[in-house]
């Protein structure tokens, strides 16, 4: 099964900060790779997939790079409403598996 | 709108029973692959099992093979996760998530608020 690391696991930042995540898979999986967005209590919500594609309605300030084995998600200007737990997911292969999730809170 | 509303979850004791239930609203349910996600209480994601449109094709997590069954009832637009032997380690909350494109592995893109299972004695 397919691997997947992200780092760091939990960091805290301030509103306005550019932020990055990183997820790295254990062999190359292509660009299938999303991200998703969690705040407690709730679903996850699609915010990348094809590692860079935006979902429909989701702000700009989101973008997401790589290919291969190691991919990021980048926030240009965090704002008080993404304080939230991040997963990425690979969907190259059977039953797609996702990291272990970075925490962003709040410094 | 998309909708997904799961239901069935609660308290059940190690070795029982329990069946999940999704309803699903505002799409046309039978053109999409369907899957049920699991997060255990303070954990991550875990993709429990998912289900070709027409149901003829079904994959499970080792974990829950010979245990869990996943089922779609086109008509009533519904997805349902019947889980037998249950173990403590099956305790999380269950999502209904749908199939972000039309291939066997996927994305999700919409889940449903999900139900809690959990296995004690």
């Known amino acids: 099964a397919i691997r997947m690391t992200q780092s760091p696991s939990s960091f805290s930042a301030s509103t306005g900060d550019r932020v990055t995540i990183t997820c790295r898979a254990s062999?190359?999986?292509?660009?299938?790779l999303a991200w998703y967005q969690q705040k407690p209590g709730k679903a996850p919500k699609l915010l990348i997939y094809?590692?860079?594609t935006l979902q429909s309605g989701v702000p700009s300030r989101f973008s997401g790079s790589g290919s291969g084995t190691d991919f990021t998600l980048t926030i240009s200007c965090l704002q008080s409403e993404d304080f939230a737990t991040y997963y990425c997911?690979?969907?190259?292969?059977?039953?797609?598996?996702f990291g272990q999730g970075t925490k962003v809170e709040i410094k | 709108e998309v909708q997904l509303v799961e239901s069935g979850g609660g308290l059940v004791q190690p070795g029982g029973s329990l069946r999940l239930s999704c309803a699903a609203s505002?799409?046309?349910?039978?053109?999409?692959?369907m899957s049920w996600v699991r997060q255990a209480p303070g954990k991550g994601l875990e993709w429990v099992a998912n289900?070709?449109?027409?149901?003829?094709?079904?994959y499970y997590v080792d974990s829950v093979k010979g245990r869990f069954t996943i089922s779609r009832d086109n008509a009533k637009n519904s997805l349902y996760l019947q889980m037998n032997s249950l173990r403590a380690e099956d305790t999380a909350v269950y999502y209904c998530?749908?199939?972000?494109?039309?291939?066997?592995?996927?994305?999700?893109?919409?889940w449903g608020q999900g139900t809690l299972v959990t296995v004690s004695s």
């Open positions: 998530a749908r199939a972000g494109q039309q291939l066997a592995v996927y994305y999700f893109d919409y």
């Open positions: 505002g799409f046309t349910f039978s053109s999409y692959w």
């Open positions: 289900i070709k449109q027409d149901g003829s094709e079904k």
């Open positions: 062999q190359g999986i292509s660009s299938y």
């Open positions: 094809a590692a860079s």
């Open positions: 997911q690979q969907y190259y292969s059977y039953l797609g598996t």
